[in-house]
């Protein structure tokens, strides 16, 4: 009798699964604030792209475990990372964006220095604002190389690999390869 209770089971959940998808199918595509922000990000907007993000970023701490904050925090560190090269590179002042900036290093230090779990993006982000911050100091610029080292030999497959290339491109020749 228990293989006919788990059949019965089974069977409600399938034809429950089947009835969700069936609305999921129906129901009109909504792609949420984290892709809208991704969407305004890869069109250049990267103020905007933070405006969308921050009230997610700012949502729990970093070492929360819901997913979409999680998501929303490393992609607002990522974006705000994009945004102050460019605004570098262009020779545009940061003032304006200074808050953005303020609550990403701020994510991707309680992130990166968390003792319950290591966060090689957040410390790879991380690394980067102390390396290239306006303002940063030669203590910092020392704490980005050693922890892009740490980044570099984590063997983590998305972020030990930008490391290395960070590294190379800081004329740190031990990462660049032959």
Known sequence: MRNSGFATRLKALCVAGFVSLVV?????????????AIAA???GNHAEALDILEP????????DYMQQDADARILFVMIADRFRTRLFNEGANEAEHEKAFKLAYEIAHRAASSDTVTNWGMRYYLARMYLYGAGSTVEQAETGVAMLREVAASGDRVYANQARTTL?????EEYCGD
Not at 24 to 36: F, K, N, Q, S
Not at 56 to 63: F, K, N, T
């Open 24 to 36: 999921l199918v129906a129901a009109p595509a909504y792609a949420g604030p984290v892709d809208d």
């Open 41 to 43: 990000a890869n069109a």
């Open 56 to 63: 997610l970023a700012r949502r729990g701490h970093p070492d």
């Open 168 to 172: 190379c491109d800081e004329w740190i």
